[in-house]
């Protein structure tokens, strides 16, 4: 999902839900132009944090999903997860 999709949902719901990006804005402690901002997508100059807290005062999660490499991610983690328990087990043995 790209920042401008990320922006439009949260536009939709604060909309669907009768808030003005001001009373967002308020609950989330930040400007009205944070939110502005967050509603167009523009979140390069955002944190995360600000990003999650715009977002939780409409209700909106906003998890992170690194991506790398389609399934090699997947490989690389379980390999060093691999590792690590051939470590544990070769201690524990001895």
Known sequence: MDDVQVGSIIRAVR????LRQSDIARLAGVSDA???LVERG???GLTLRTLRRVAAA???SVPI??????AELAKLL???HALMVRDVVGR???
């Open 15 to 18: 909309i669907s839900r009768g």
């Open 34 to 36: 944070t939110v502005s």
């Open 42 to 44: 523009l979140l390069d």
């Open 58 to 60: 409409v209700g909106v």
């Open 65 to 70: 999903a690194p991506r790398w490499r389609g």
């Open 78 to 80: 379980d390999e060093q």
């Open 92 to 94: 524990v043995a001895a």
